[in-house]
């Protein structure tokens, strides 16, 4: 086992400038540096003499310019696989930064452990960059989802910090004013994050896991997009949207990540609800299972499921699955292109450019409607 840490001390690049914020405090006090990216990295590998832990302690100056596109992350994901990264190996990564990772961080990172799962990740951030903005929440959103661990800092966390990582002359570490206070602040709010769903997909997710395929290869993960309207007289009155998606550790579905959610924050016996959801993949045989008994035991929800693609139709317990799902009341269909379309307003941080279909949607879409009329029954 290798063990790694890695701090990124000084703040990412933004704007063309660094900005230094007092670490976990509001910021509001802001001082504008050169550009100029500290990273600072501890190694830790088996000893081949003894068998136990030895360290060797490496400290970086990566420089860059205002026109550097690399953040923190994007240069120790570089380093790290030039000069770590193997396949027969198990790596357990740490890092300290001063700012959460951006959008462009976050999907970066996530999509590096999707692809090396040797590789666990813990993210002890000392401040939450624009934790307000639905993209930088979806970002962590990712990471979480994909195996990170991400945490606020704690004040050991920054004595530890402070003793492996700054040249701190023999000093102790003082802690500054409101330090307790403002690590559980963040780590409220950062709690709040990682708990709800995510509010929009981004442009190549969607067109990547939406994709209607017959076959499709490399999508391992199912996004759910739904929205949830209640019935009042005399209509209907939206009340939520979002996206969820599989959790990589522990494991969960995002149909059961929905169904949990639901039933704790709206789901009331004297009110009628209409749930829809758009789904990369159909239900597997457990979800479709905890899903149509969910629907058994609550007539006062009705759910309608578009489905992108037809998860091992062929198989004759996925065909069960969703043949029980219409027994207890579900609507399962295919996605139209019209669909498509409503998935990619409602659903997509588009920016404003219109849906453009792709990968023959239409006569797919044909094919894998009459897939699932031979697998429901014409009557469905």
Same mark, same amino acid.
């Given at each position: 086992?290798?063990?790694?840490?890695?701090?990124?001390?000084?703040?990412?690049?933004?704007?063309?400038?660094?900005?230094?914020?007092?670490?976990?405090?509001?910021?509001?006090?802001?001082?504008?540096?050169?550009?100029?990216?500290?990273?600072?990295?501890?190694?830790?590998?088996?000893?081949?003499?003894?068998?136990?832990?030895?360290?060797?302690?490496?400290?970086?100056?990566?420089?860059?310019?205002?026109?550097?596109?690399?953040?923190?992350?994007?240069?120790?994901?570089?380093?790290?696989?030039?000069?770590?990264?193997?396949?027969?190996?198990?790596?357990?990564?740490?890092?300290?930064?001063?700012?959460?990772?951006?959008?462009?961080?976050?999907?970066?990172?996530?999509?590096?452990?999707?692809?090396?799962?040797?590789?666990?990740?813990?993210?002890?951030?000392?401040?939450?960059?624009?934790?307000?903005?639905?993209?930088?929440?979806?970002?962590?959103?990712?990471?979480?989802?994909?195996?990170?661990?991400?945490?606020? =800092?704690?004040?050991?966390?920054?004595?530890?910090c402070w003793e492996g990582f700054v040249f701190n002359e023999g000093r102790d570490f003082r802690p500054w004013d409101n330090m307790v206070e403002n690590y559980q602040s963040l780590r409220i709010t950062l709690q709040e994050i990682l708990r709800y769903p995510m509010e929009r997909l981004f442009r190549k997710t969607f067109y990547f896991h939406f994709q209607n395929r017959l076959y499709?290869?490399?999508?391992?993960?199912?996004?759910?997009?739904?929205?949830?309207?209640?019935?009042?007289?005399?209509?209907?009155?939206?009340?939520?949207?979002?996206?969820?998606?599989?959790?990589?550790?522990?494991?969960?579905?995002?149909?059961?990540?929905?169904?949990?959610?639901?039933?704790?924050?709206?789901?009331?016996?004297?009110?009628?609800?209409?749930?829809?959801?758009?789904?990369?993949?159909?239900?597997?045989?457990?979800?479709?299972?905890?899903?149509?008994?969910?629907?058994?035991?609550?007539?006062?929800?009705?759910?309608?499921?578009?489905?992108?693609?037809?998860?091992?139709?062929?198989?004759?317990?996925?065909?069960?699955?969703?043949?029980?799902?219409?027994?207890?009341?579900?609507?399962?269909?295919? =996605?139209?292109?019209?669909?498509?379309?409503?998935?990619?307003?409602?659903?997509?941080?588009?920016?404003?450019?219109?849906?453009?279909?792709?990968?023959?949607?239409?006569?797919?879409?044909?094919?894998?409607?009459?897939?699932?009329?031979?697998?429901?029954?014409?009557?469905?």
């Amino acid at each position: 086992m290798f063990l790694l840490d890695c701090l990124g001390t000084g703040s990412l690049w933004r704007d063309h400038e660094r900005l230094h914020v007092k670490a976990n405090s509001c910021p509001t006090e802001v001082t504008y540096r050169g550009p100029v990216t500290e990273l600072c990295i501890q190694r830790v590998q088996r000893k081949s003499t003894c068998g136990g832990l030895g360290a060797e302690h490496l400290h970086l100056h990566l420089l860059g310019w205002v026109w550097s596109s690399y953040h923190a992350e994007s240069h120790f994901l570089l380093w790290f696989q030039k000069n770590f990264l193997s396949l027969d190996k198990d790596f357990q990564v740490t890092w300290y930064l001063s700012w959460s990772p951006c959008p462009a961080c976050a999907k970066q990172v996530a999509d590096f452990l999707a692809v090396h799962r040797n590789v666990s990740l813990t993210i002890f951030s000392a401040r939450l960059y624009y934790f307000w903005d639905p993209e930088f929440r979806d970002g962590l959103h990712r990471l979480f989802e994909k195996g990170a661990r991400v945490a606020i =800092m704690s004040p050991k966390d920054f004595e530890n910090c402070w003793e492996g990582f700054v040249f701190n002359e023999g000093r102790d570490f003082r802690p500054w004013d409101n330090m307790v206070e403002n690590y559980q602040s963040l780590r409220i709010t950062l709690q709040e994050i990682l708990r709800y769903p995510m509010e929009r997909l981004f442009r190549k997710t969607f067109y990547f896991h939406f994709q209607n395929r017959l076959y499709a290869s490399r999508r391992n993960t199912t996004f759910l997009c739904y929205r949830v309207d209640r019935e009042e007289r005399p209509g209907t009155v939206s009340l939520a949207r979002g996206v969820w998606r599989n959790q990589v550790h522990p494991t969960c579905h995002a149909e059961l990540r929905f169904l949990s959610w639901f039933q704790s924050n709206m789901l009331c016996p004297n009110k009628d609800f209409q749930v829809t959801w758009y789904l990369s993949w159909s239900p597997c045989p457990n979800c479709a299972k905890q899903v149509a008994d969910f629907l058994a035991a609550h007539r006062n929800v009705s759910l309608t499921i578009l489905t992108a693609r037809l998860y091992y139709f062929w198989d004759q317990k996925f065909r069960n699955g969703l043949r029980r799902l219409c027994e207890e009341g579900a609507r399962v269909a295919i =996605m139209s292109p019209q669909d498509f379309k409503n998935c990619w307003e409602d659903f997509v941080w588009n920016k404003g450019w219109n849906f453009t279909p792709r990968f023959n949607v239409g006569r797919n879409y044909q094919l894998l409607a009459s897939r699932l009329e031979e697998i429901l029954g014409p009557h469905s």
